[in-house]
T-cell receptor, first 115, second 112 residues
Framework: AQSVTQPDIHITVSEGASLELRCNYS??????LFWYVQSPGQGLQLLLK????DTLVQGIKGFEAEFKRSQSSFNLRKPSVHWSDAAEYFC?????????????WGLGTSLAVNP | DTGVSQDPRHKITKRGQNVTFRCDPI?????LYWYRQTLGQGPEFLTY????????KSRLLSDRFSAERPKGSFSTLEIQRTEQGDSAMYLC??????????FGPGTRLTVL
């Protein structure tokens, strides 16, 4: 079965602290992997994506993620969190080939940032 | 680049009424997707178009739901005989063959 698991429903960090959001996936084919961020009242904004090649990918707003095929993981990291990073973060997986292009999503991780 | 737009942004309707939402994708994008998101959940796939062809439709989509993309540009999602369980955020996304999906702001539906 295709699924995405984000084990942490809610995380609180202090401003300036480092951040890691976990994502594990189960997918029968070669996956494309994505992280999106959703702020209240806003649409989903793409942070970064992994299609192939270097397993450490850089995204916008200082975020990065590492694809680990052996662990079926695609964890999101940021070395120093800013108050404006408070939002909902979603991990998603899609097919790398074929006509099926839908994304399978995790339930999201809500990030709160303490001043 | 104007991004993906959706109209309306909010819709309140009474149970049993029909509603229609519109999505305008990024102009050069040939793929268009509809998702539904309820509170505390990630988006759930509803349907997907490549140009004007509807290539996949989720089993979540009952017969009350229909989507069209008649000229391969904008798309409409219609819900007939709305139920309270249809209350959700309806998201539209578009992409090229590179598969990066860009999302619109969504239409929030409330069924009373």
């Amino acid at each position: 079965a295709q699924s995405v698991t984000q084990p942490d429903i809610h995380i609180t960090v202090s401003e300036g602290a480092s951040l890691e959001l976990r994502c594990n996936y189960s997918y029968g084919a070669t996956p494309y992997l994505f992280w999106y961020v959703q702020s209240p009242g806003q649409g989903l904004q793409l942070l970064l994506k992994y299609f192939s090649g270097d397993t450490l990918v850089q995204g916008i707003k200082g975020f990065e993620a590492e694809f680990k095929r052996s662990q079926s993981s695609f964890n999101l990291r940021k070395p120093s969190v800013h108050w404006s990073d408070a939002a909902e973060y979603f991990c998603a997986v899609g097919a790398a080939a074929g006509n099926n292009r839908k994304l399978i999503w995790g339930l999201g991780t809500s990030l709160a940032v303490n001043p | 680049d104007t991004g993906v737009s959706q109209d309306p942004r909010h819709k309140i309707t009474k149970r049993g009424q029909n509603v229609t939402f519109r999505c305008d994708p990024i102009s050069e994008h040939n793929r268009l997707y509809w998702y539904r998101q309820t509170l505390g959940q990630g988006p759930e796939f509803l349907t997907y178009f490549q140009n004007e062809a509807q290539l996949e439709k989720s089993r979540l989509l009952s017969d009350r739901f229909s989507a069209e993309r008649p000229k391969g540009s904008f798309s409409t999602l219609e819900i007939q005989r709305t139920e309270q369980g249809d209350s959700a955020m309806y998201l539209c996304a578009s992409s090229t063959y590179t598969d990066t999906q860009y999302f619109g702001p969504g239409t929030r539906l409330t069924v009373l």
